[in-house]
C-alpha cells in the first residue's frame, strides 16, 4: 500500500462556465454561467479536503468535473500525474477505476429496477477486468458487509430498504473498483438526523482501512469540521480561503467565511443572546454575471474601492496563516466568542 | 488495521438483519442465487391471476384466428352457407348469433374475421411499440442533435390526418399485393410518432435522475446506460399506451373498409363486419353487437396482459 | 381591533389559565392500503402568545402531521382524527364548522412550509397572491390590497418591493420566495404562526437571515410560533420550549435549557450527542444504533426501545406515559431517572 501524505490529486485553474444560449436551431451564445472559474487544490492519499459554501457556489459542477461528467472549459484535473479531463475512451474508463463518487440522494441514486446485487456489482460489468466472472456474486457480497449490510439481501430491490441503507449501497458501489479517490457530494444531508452519524463513522472507518482520499462536499459545517483535514470555502466560483480545518475554523480571515461561520447555528441554547451574529444581506449575485473585481464585495462590509478593480489573489495575507483571497484579510474568531 | 476489518461493531451490526424496516419479502428459497429484473418479473407474473387469465383469452383468440373451423362448422367464405331470405334473422338453432344483411351467420363471420382483425391489431401495436419505443430511447437518451431532428421528424408525421392519411397510404398501394399488410404499414406510420413522445419523455424523466450519473461516473456505455437503466424505468407508459391503441387500431381498420380500403368483401374482419352491419343496426343490433364484444374482449385481453406485466416490472408492486 | 369579528371565538384571551393553543391527547391516523398507520399517538403541548416552540423529530415522527391537523388542512379521509382537542383560546377547533375553521385557518393561525416555490401559485404575481389575503379576508379594493402587499413585502425586507411587485415566484431566489411566505402568512395578523421546516430547503446565511426575520416579527406583535424542524441547532436559537417526537408520541418536553443542559430521554439525548463537536474530532462520533421505526409495523412498548442503550424488560412491553419531572418537563421513558444522571451505557 502507498503511504499516505503523497499527493494524488492536482487541480489547476479549473474553469467551467456553462453557455447560454439563444435561438433553437443556430445556437448564438450570449453568454456563460462561470460555474466553476479557476479553482486550484491538491489531495493528498487518504487526506479529506471539506469543500463548504452555499447553493449556486460551484461545489456540485466542481465535483461533476473532478469526475469527468463534465468537460472542463479549461484548467486540468492531474489523477496520479495523468489529466482525467483530457483522457477519452479506453483511458477515461481505465482512471474512473481510481475516483468514485458517493451521491447526495439516496432514493434517486441507485436504479429503482436492478437488484442491491446488480448494483453493486455492475462496476464489475463495466470493468470486466477487476474481477473474474464467477468471482464477482462473492465480491459483491463482502463489500455489502464492508459497508455494514446482510450479504444476503443481494436479490432485494432498492426501496425496500431505508435512506441510510440505501447510501450503504450506494457507498459499496463507489468501493467496489478500489478507488483511491471518492467524491461524497453532500453524502448526509438527505439522511435523518439519527442516521447521519452512522454514515459519518462508516466513511472515516473506510477511510481507515483503504486508505482513502475524500473530497467531501458538504453544506454542514459542523460535519465538514468532523471529517476534514483541510476545509476549501467557496463562493461564487472561487475558492476564498483554504486551510487546515483549524485555521478556517478558529482563524478565519475571509469576510464570506466569517459570515458563513457565525450563521451556523450552535445547538447549544447557553449565551445565545449575546453569540455574535453577520448577518449578510441579499442573495449571492448570479454567476451568470459576477461583481468585478471581489466577487463578495457586493454583501461584504469591509469592501472598498479597490475590491471593485482589482481581484483578490488566493495567498497567505499578512497576519493570518494560511490562503485567503481577501485585499482585507483580517484573522476574526466568530465561533468561541466570550 | 487489516487484521480487525470492521472495528465499529456496534453501530454497524444493529443496522443489519434484524429490524429492517422494508415490507416482510416473499422468502425465497434461495436467496444467494443472483436475481435480475426480468427472472423476477417472471417468476412474479406466474402468480398473477390476471396474467394467466389473459394469456388463456389470447391463446383462444389465436388458436380461432389460425384454425376457425374448430369453433364453427359453417364456413362463411362459401356463399351458400348465406340464406338472403333469412338477412337478419335473430339468433335460432345452429344460428346462435343470428344473421346478418346478406343472410350469413354472424357466429362464423366473427370466428373467421378474428384472423385479419388480430393480425392488424397485433402486428401494427408491436411495429409502432419497437420503432416508436426505440427511436425514443436513443433521442431520448442521446438528445441534442439527434433528439432535435427526430422530434422534428416525428412533428412531420404528427401532422398527417389519422384516417386521411391512412386512406392515401393504403390507397397508393393497393395493387402492390400486400393483402391485409397494407393496412398495418398504414397504420404504423400514422401511429408510431405517438409511441415515439411517450417513450423519450419517459426517458427524459429516468435520465434526470441521479442513478444514470452514477452509471456514468463508473464507465458505463451508452448502450448499457440505455437498457439496462433507462428502457426499464421508461417502458411502463409505452407497455399502456401500445396495448390501449390496440382497440384503437383494429378500429381504424374497421374505418378503412368502409371507405374502400383495407379488408374488403369477401375477406372478413371485425371492422368490416361492424361497419357493414351499422346501417341496419336499430332493425338487427345482433350482427353489430358480436364483433364488438370480440373486439372489446380482445382489446381487454392485451390490456390486462399489459397491465400485469407494467407491474411485474415494478419491483415496488411485487 | 379586529375587523372580522368570529363569533365563535373569544378574541382576546380565554378560559382561565387556558393558554393561547393547546394540543390535548391528539390522534391522527391513516388509512392506507397497506394498513391502518397511527401516525401521532396522543400529542400534547401548549403555545403562550409571544412564545416559540420547537417541535423536534425525524421524517415520519409525525411533527408535520400534527401541525397540519391545528390548520385543519389534513386530507380526511384517508386521515381520521379519533380523539383529541386542538384548543384555540379555549375553543376545541376540531369540533368547529369548517365555515368557522376557514375563519381561523390564515387569519389567526397561519403558516409557511419548507418549500416555497411549490406553496406559492406559479401563474400569478407574488403582489397578486399577497394582496388576495386583503381581498378575500378583508374585503379590500384591488388598489388597497396591492398598497398592503408593498408595506409587507417592505417589512420582510425585500429589496425594491414597489418595482417587484408584479414579478412571479420563479423570479425570486429562495430566500426571497420564502419572505413572501412569511409576508402573505402574517398579512392578517395571525397570533400563531406555524412554520414546517423553514429554512430546510436554504443556506446557512440565508437561514440565519430569516430566522432573524422571524424572530423580529414575533417580537412586534407577540404572536406565538410552533417552530417544526430536524434541525438540533436552529432550535437551540430560537426555542423556548421543546417538545421531542419519535413515532408519533412526544418522547420530552422542556424548556430549552434544561434538554441541552441534561436531556431526560434516551433518543433525546442521542442526538444531542451524536452532533460533531470540535473536542472530539477524530473519533467516532456517537450513532444512535438502528433504523427510525416503521409505522406500519411500531415496535411494542416504547417505540424507541428497540435502538435505546437503557432498554429493559418492561421497554418491550409497556408505553412508557409521560413522566412528570418537575412543572415543565416531562420524559416519556421508564428510566428517566437514570437517563438525567447520565450512568450505564
Redesign the interface.
Known sequence: MATKGERILEVRDLVKHFPLTQGIMFKKQIGAIKAVDGVSFDLNRGETLGVVGESGCGKSTLAKVLMALERPTSGSVQINGRDIAKAKGAELKRMRRNIQMVMQDPYTSLNPRMTVGDIVGEPYDIHTEVAPKGDRARKVQELLEVVGLNPDHINRYPHQFSGGQRQRIGIARGLALQPEIIVCDEPVSALDVSIQAQVINLLERLQNEFNLAYIFIAHDLSVVRHISDRVAVMYLGKVVEIGKDVDIYDKPAHPYAQALLSAVPVPDPEGREQRERIILQGDPPSPANPPSGCRFRTRCWKAQEICATEEPLLQIRPGTTHESACHFAETHDVVHVN | ??DN????T??????????????P?KH?KK???????WS?AWHDLRRRPMFIFSLVLIAILVVMSFWPSLFTSIDPLDARTCELSSARQGPSPGHLFGRDNLGCDVFARTIYGAKNSIIIGVATMAITAIIGGLLGLIAGTRGGITD?ITSRITEVFFAIPSILGALLITATFRDAGLGIWIVVFALSIIAWPMTFRIMRAAVLTARS???V?????????QS?IMF??LL??AIAPVIVVATINLGGFIAAEAALSFLGVGVQSPDISWGLMIADARSRFLEAPLPLVFPAVFLSITVLAFIMLGDAVRDA????LR | MRKTSLDTLPAEGGLGNEPLLAVDNLHVEFATRAGLVRAVNGVSYSLNPGETVAVLGESGSGKSVTAQAIMGILDMPPARIPQGEVRFRGTDLLKLSEEARTQVRGQRIAMIFQDALSALNPVFTVGWQISEMFRVHRGMSKRDGMKKAVELMDKVRIPAAKQRINDYPHQFSGGMRQRIMIAMSIALDPEVLIADEPTTALDVTVQAQIMELLAELQRESNMGMILITHDLGVVADVADKIAVMYGGRIVENASVHDIYKSPAHPYTKGLLESIPRVDLKGQELYAIKGLPPNLLDMPTGCAFHPRCPYRQDNCVTDVPPLHEISGTRNSACHYWREVLDGDQR
Open positions: 488495521m487489516s476489518p470492521r472495528p465499529d456496534q453501530t454497524l451490526t444493529a443496522d443489519q438483519g434484524t429490524q429492517t424496516p422494508s415490507p419479502v425465497r436467496e444467494a442465487k443472483p436475481a435480475s429484473l423476477d432535435t435522475q441521479d442513478f450519473l452514477a452509471a456514468r461516473a463508473l464507465g458505463a456505455g448499457r439496462r437503466h426499464p424505468n416490472l415494478d419491483p415496488k
